[in-house]
């Protein structure tokens, strides 16, 4: 008979059932809605989907995907099997963003119907399966929004809860035994920490399976053991380097394993946490009234083996949650990780509790507790956001109430402005001559160009130091050569391209809301409590500006010197124009040319201060004055104005810019009309500087921009 059958819960119960069950059910339309608004984001949702798509196209070009690492590329250090996936359907569907999050997508689907049906294996009621897939989506703020992302996560968790469901069913049937080992073993071809649970699910099926196991652990061992020894042969031996060896040169974080991973998985899932604690209780509790029943040898071995059985669908999942913790720590815990890591954590503790929790009417109170501490978990995490940080820094007592953000659905989904700048952003990349482009954060971008990609910055990081040493030398060859016309930053510039990229200069600047930021992992808004500010450059080499005709240039600093300005005070101008790469500033940009004049060019940077004025000139009549002008930090103190011979003088509006310099226009009125005037530049502001390029004089002024 069915659970909902045996079981006579009280009213009480009944009620929370319900509840819990409608707050699940809350999250699995707040998951789709979420996954709906961001399978079709036009760039990257989290910074290495792009490396993901660049080796699924490499699958499907038939290009070596392991092998010696090389400008062109180098390998993530994962198993192959998800990228293999969307190059597979990548044949049939376009090769993308869209179609990469899909698969991802649906590995979630299938995990949580596995959660359904591990719930109803071990005869628990219908609520029971519904809270556990609700916890597990309940997870997704907390494993930086991860699920529906590019990578091979969900596929991966997908497999392997499957697998570990088969096996849980698997005694009597030997098919199922060998289907289990085949989704576990494919499961490390999709990420290698299935390794933990394989030897975790070898041990508890004995006490499961004890018949079958034997074909299980087979199964794996052939199709695990087996591919590596053919992937070895097949590369050359480069297999295992890529998949094994190189993680070896990842730093290990003692103290996130030891003791912030549990930090954070209490501070996200407090009420889990406790349930959690509640049921291991309970167990201990339930377990030692059970020791003095065992009678004396020789009979306890056997009474010992019949109570063990008599439980193991709870001692099956909880060895499985202790795995799926352990992995996430050990995950966590590694040089670069994210908090990704914590999904198995967070699935498989969520099939525990919903396995472990009783449901009988003897237990009605146990099990009223529960779902109460469910719902309250449920209801937790849709209002807030953890950001263990503030008490990773300053302790519990003073970083606790600055540790949690009240949930903004705008962190999760793009807004239409954020699609706006990425759709527009997007075709100006797809514009550009792909084999030409170099975006070490976004190496499918020269894919997406028409070019055949390079490495990413990942990869860069990931070798021993003589290969990215190698590397580097690389790319700067091809830039020096010419083969390298466009570079495309996250951040700042690295040191070891700027001697190539010195002449070169900011030909677009996207900063603020003009960023198109990923929204999971680094450089999003999520889970972040000092979010990435930084800029977004695209640079190339300098190119003259177009001179319109009937503009007389007065002033564009491209011969070295400051091109008949004078020093009326100060040194901040320095003696010479400067270029777009200027000591100890960002790349300045863009603007005209490639050289600028700059009130930061002394030794003082910043902090000088000075005054220039150029050569006099005419103001034509019904003509306009235009400069490029820019501006960093304050513009109390800063001044671009035009001064007569008799004393008159008008300010021009200085813009708003970031190290880059807009223009602007002043149309002659008729009472300036043939006046004499020079154009002064001001910096009186220790904190800020004055950038300014191409003072251009038009005969006629032109009509509005």
């Known amino acids: 008979m069915s659970a909902e059958a045996t079981a006579q819960p009280g009213r009480a119960v009944v009620w929370m059932r319900r509840v819990v069950t409608g707050l699940s059910l809350?999250?699995?339309?707040?998951?789709?809605?979420?996954?709906?608004?961001?399978?079709?984001?036009?760039?990257?949702?989290?910074?290495?989907?792009?490396?993901?798509?660049?080796?699924?196209?490499?699958?499907?070009?038939?290009l070596p995907v392991y092998g010696p690492p090389s400008p062109d590329f180098v390998p993530f250090l994962y198993t192959?099997?998800?990228?293999?996936?969307?190059?597979?359907?990548?044949f049939v569907v376009p090769l993308g963003y869209g179609l990469a999050r899909a698969v991802s997508i649906a590995a979630v689907i299938a995990t949580c119907a596995a959660l359904w049906r591990l719930c109803r294996i071990e005869d628990k009621p219908r609520a029971h399966a519904w809270f556990a897939i609700g916890l597990f989506?309940?997870?997704?703020?907390?494993?930086?929004?991860?699920?529906?992302?590019?990578?091979?996560?969900?596929?991966?968790?997908?497999?392997?809860?499957?697998?570990?469901?088969?096996?849980?069913?698997s005694e009597g049937s030997l098919a199922r035994a060998v289907l289990a080992g085949v989704l576990v073993a494919l499961a490390f071809w999709t990420k290698q920490t299935a390794a933990v649970f394989v030897v975790i699910s070898g041990v508890a099926g004995l006490l499961i399976a004890p018949r079958q196991i034997w074909a299980y652990a087979g199964t794996i061992a052939l199709i695990d053991g087996g591919g590596v020894l053919l992937g070895q042969w097949l590369t050359d031996g480069w297999l295992w380097t890529w998949i094994y060896e190189m993680h070896q040169g990842h730093a290990f974080n003692d103290e996130r394993f030891w003791s912030k991973t549990w930090g954070m998985f209490a501070h996200a899932q407090p009420f889990a946490a406790s349930l959690l604690v509640v049921l291991l209780g309970f167990g201990v509790g339930v377990g030692l009234r059970r020791a003095r029943q065992l009678g004396r040898p020789p009979t306890w071995p056997r009474t010992l083996w019949v109570g063990l059985r008599g439980i193991r669908g709870p001692i099956y999942w909880g060895m499985v949650a202790a795995g799926g913790l352990l992995v996430s720590a050990l995950g966590y815990s590694t040089q670069f990780a994210e908090p990704n890591a914590f999904i198995p954590g967070v699935c498989f503790c969520a099939a525990f509790l919903a396995v472990a929790l009783p449901h009988a009417d003897a237990r009605r109170r146990l099990e009223l507790l529960g779902l109460?501490?469910?719902?309250?978990?449920?209801?937790?995490?849709?209002?807030?956001?953890?950001?263990?940080?503030?008490?990773?820094?300053?302790g519990v007592r003073a970083g606790l109430r600055h540790s949690y953000a009240w949930q903004d659905p705008w962190r999760t989904i793009p807004t239409a402005r954020q699609r706006d700048n990425a759709r527009a952003l997007r075709a100006k990349v797809e514009a550009l001559d792909g084999a030409s482009l170099l975006a070490l954060h976004r190496p499918w971008w020269p894919i997406m160009a028409g070019g055949t990609g390079h490495v990413g910055a990942m990869g860069i990081t990931d070798v021993t130091p003589e290969?990215?040493?190698?590397?580097?030398?690389?790319?700067?060859?091809?830039?020096?050569?010419?083969?390298?016309?466009?570079?495309?930053?996250?951040?700042?510039?690295?040191?070891?391209?700027?001697?190539?990229?010195?002449?070169?200069?900011?030909?677009?600047?996207?900063?603020?809301?003009?960023?198109?930021?990923p929204l999971s992992g680094w450089m999003s808004e999520a889970g972040m409590v000092t979010p990435w500010r930084g800029e977004q450059l695209l640079l190339g080499p300098s190119q003259p500006r177009e001179v319109p005709a009937g503009v007389q240039v007065i002033?564009?600093?491209?011969?070295?010197?400051?091109?008949?300005?004078?020093?009326?005070?100060?040194?901040?101008?320095?003696?010479?124009?400067?270029?777009?790469?200027?000591?100890?500033?960002?790349p300045l940009g863009p603007h005209g040319g490639a050289r600028l004049l700059s009130s930061a060019a002394s030794r003082?940077?910043?902090?000088?201060?000075?005054?220039?004025?150029?050569?006099?000139?005419?103001?034509?009549?019904?003509?306009?004055?235009?400069?490029?002008?820019?501006?960093?930090?304050?513009?109390?103190?800063?001044?671009?104005?035009?001064?007569?011979?008799?004393?008159?003088?008008?300010?021009?509006?200085?813009?708003?810019?970031r190290f880059d310099l807009?223009?602007?226009?002043?149309?002659?009125?008729?009472?300036?009309?043939?006046?004499?005037?020079?154009?002064?530049?001001?910096?009186?502001?220790?904190?800020?500087?004055?950038?300014?390029?191409?003072?251009?004089?038009?005969?006629?002024?032109?009509?509005?921009?």
């Open 26 to 62: 809350i999250w699995a339309l707040v998951i789709a809605v979420v996954f709906a608004c961001r399978i079709g984001f036009p760039l990257e949702l989290e910074w290495m989907e792009g490396g993901t798509l660049q080796q699924a196209w490499r699958v499907q070009q038939g």
């Open 80 to 90: 192959p099997l998800y990228p293999a996936v969307v190059a597979a359907l990548g």
């Open 137 to 169: 989506l309940s997870g997704y703020v907390f494993c930086f929004r991860w699920l529906d992302i590019a990578r091979g996560d969900a596929l991966f968790l997908a497999l392997l809860i499957w697998g570990l469901v088969l096996l849980r069913e």
């Open 372 to 394: 109460t501490l469910v719902a309250l978990q449920l209801c937790f995490a849709l209002a807030v956001e953890p950001m263990y940080q503030p008490i990773q820094s300053n």
């Open 467 to 517: 290969q990215r040493t190698e590397l580097q030398r690389a790319i700067r060859q091809r830039i020096a050569a010419g083969e390298i016309q466009a570079v495309w930053i996250d951040g700042s510039v690295p040191g070891w391209l700027t001697r190539e990229l010195s002449d070169w200069t900011v030909h677009e600047r996207r900063w603020g809301g003009r960023r198109v930021r």
């Open 555 to 586: 002033a564009d600093f491209e011969a070295g010197t400051l091109d008949g300005f004078e020093v009326v005070s100060g040194t901040a101008f320095g003696r010479r124009s400067v270029r777009s790469f200027s000591r100890g500033l960002p």
């Open 604 to 657: 003082k940077q910043l902090q000088g201060r000075g005054e220039l004025r150029s050569a006099p000139f005419v103001l034509p009549a019904g003509g306009a004055v235009e400069l490029l002008v820019g501006t960093t930090g304050r513009r109390k103190s800063l001044a671009a104005k035009l001064v007569s011979n008799d004393g008159r003088s008008v300010n021009l509006k200085l813009p708003k810019t």
């Open 662 to 705: 807009r223009r602007v226009r002043w149309v002659v009125p008729s009472d300036w009309a043939d006046v004499e005037v020079r154009l002064h530049v001001v910096d009186n502001d220790p904190r800020a500087a004055l950038l300014i390029d191409d003072l251009w004089l038009w005969e006629v002024a032109p009509g509005p921009r």
